[in-house]
């Protein structure tokens, strides 16, 4: 089949403007989990709970959500449309803000957040299919970058936004927070995105379409690695996002300073972000992953060291995490254009299958990751460390099967006379 993206409907609006309205997408998942986080004791203090750390739930519920609804939307956008599938998912998300606003202990305010993970799924898999949509190769690697850069300016503020309805109100009024930063995103999609999916590239949803889409997938050894990768990646990023409320305020003290530790490091992911998108017009996606990788690898083992030799203090703690989130900035965006490369004629079931399997290990990893939290950084770092590990095998296999494929073509090739 034919690359889309070489076909899709010219934008009537900037690149910038594009990236950002992307971004903005993407980021309702980020707004989400991050806003909550500083009001984490304060649902604590206002519904019972059979352990602490059970608070961190309301985090893994929205991704646990988020990974089946992807599931759905992916399959819907491809049948019915791309911004179908974002006005409706927006309306659910709203529909689960409503349910958390009104809950009443810990089991309605989960059901209120899985409620908010199956709505963002359809803004979050609409968002890459766009832009996969629009832009293949190192193009759409770039738009990410640009992207992912904007997108985590959403985590950097987030908190504060949250602190900041705390002082005037209590930790329920963030979800109204969340309603007009929906209502945003609708109005500007209804105005200034067009369709980019045209009917003469709709593929009807249905189980045999599905399993085409998912044999695509699953078929595509790159593809499958970069997703295990993705999950993984996540998954220890997950575990820290889950901890870092009890890390910033319970282990160092940090209060409502917890705020502004949160954004610097959510400006370090921004900032390498931003280098990113220059960086892969000039060198492989591939190569830039893996020195990144290397980098979480032995800043991680270095950390951990250094727990053997003395007290952990805030200053080092924050060195690292500024390493592991520049790291992580370098990686992000080339991984999911890695994965979605050979998918452009199933863009939006693969950015389903990849995003969900992808959300289901992260949630998991993230879940356990968080739970095992013990009043130290040990659970956090040896996540960082040995999920790294396991992602440098797997890149190196898939630059090894990458390389072995364009080695085999070339000997099948018809010579040329």
Same mark, same amino acid.
């Given at each position: 089949m034919s690359d889309y993206s070489t076909h899709a409907p010219q934008s009537r609006i900037s690149t910038a403007e594009f990236s950002l309205l992307v971004a903005l997408m993407m980021s309702i998942v980020a707004i989400s989990i991050d806003a909550l986080l500083p009001a984490l004791d304060a649902i604590r203090a206002d519904i019972a709970m059979s352990h602490p750390n059970q608070a961190q739930l309301v985090v893994s519920a929205l991704f646990f959500g988020m990974a089946l609804g992807q599931l759905i939307c992916g399959p819907l956008s491809d049948a019915t449309g791309r911004k179908k599938v974002l006005n409706g998912g927006i309306a659910l998300f709203l529909v689960g803000t409503a349910?958390?606003?009104?809950?009443?202990?810990?089991?309605?305010?989960?059901?209120?957040?899985?409620?908010?993970?199956?709505?963002?799924?359809?803004?979050y898999v609409s968002a890459i299919s766009i832009v996969r949509d629009?832009? +293949?190769?190192?193009?759409?690697?770039?738009?990410?970058?640009?992207?992912?850069?904007?997108?985590?300016?959403?985590?950097?503020?987030?908190? +504060?936004?949250?602190?900041?309805?705390?002082?005037?109100?209590?930790?329920?009024?963030?979800?109204?927070?969340?309603?007009?930063?929906?209502?945003?995103?609708?109005?500007?999609?209804?105005?200034?995105?067009?369709?980019?999916?045209?009917?003469?590239?709709?593929?009807?949803? +249905?189980?045999?379409?599905?399993?085409?889409?998912?044999?695509?997938?699953? +078929?595509?050894v790159p593809t499958v690695c970069y997703m295990i990768c993705?999950?993984?990646?996540?998954?220890?990023?997950?575990?820290?996002?889950?901890?870092?409320?009890?890390?910033?305020?319970?282990?160092?003290?940090?209060?409502?300073?917890?705020?502004?530790?949160?954004?610097?490091?959510?400006?370090?992911?921004?900032?390498a972000s931003l280098l990113n998108s220059r960086l892969v017009q000039k060198w492989d996606m591939q190569q830039l992953s893996a020195a990144a990788v290397w980098g979480i690898i032995v800043s991680s083992a270095l950390f951990l060291a250094l727990h053997l030799v003395t007290d952990i203090q805030l200053w080092m703690f924050l060195l690292y995490a500024a390493v592991l989130f520049f790291c992580f900035g370098l990686v992000f965006g080339n991984i999911n254009a890695m994965a979605m490369e050979p998918m452009g004629h199933v863009a939006g079931i693969a950015a389903a299958i990849i995003g969900s399997v992808s959300s289901i290990m992260s949630m998991s990893i993230g879940t356990i990751i968080g739970q095992l939290y013990n009043g130290s950084l040990i659970p956090v770092t040896l996540g960082f460390f040995i999920f790294a590990c396991i992602n440098m095998a797997i890149l190196t296999?898939?630059?090894?099967?990458?390389?072995?494929?364009?080695?085999?073509q070339q000997n099948t090739a018809p010579s040329a006379g």
């Open positions: 349910v958390c606003y009104f809950a009443k202990d810990i089991n309605m305010l989960l059901l209120g957040r899985f409620i908010q993970g199956l709505g963002v799924s359809g803004p629009k832009y +293949s190769g190192n193009e759409m690697a770039r738009i990410m970058s640009l992207v992912m850069m904007i997108f985590v300016m959403v985590p950097a503020l987030a908190p +504060s936004l949250g602190q900041a309805v705390l002082w005037v109100g209590n930790w329920r009024d963030i979800f109204l927070l969340y309603v007009g930063y929906a209502l945003l995103i609708v109005v500007w999609i209804f105005w200034r995105l067009e369709e980019t999916l045209p009917e003469a590239h709709r593929i009807p949803m +249905s189980k045999k379409g599905f399993a085409e889409g998912f044999k695509e997938v699953i +078929s595509s993705m999950g993984l990646f996540f998954g220890s990023f997950v575990g820290y996002l889950n901890s870092s409320q009890q890390i910033f305020q319970s282990l160092f003290n940090t209060g409502e300073l917890f705020t502004l530790y949160f954004g610097l490091l959510a400006l370090v992911f921004g900032a296999f898939a630059k090894s099967y990458k390389q072995k494929q364009v080695m085999q």
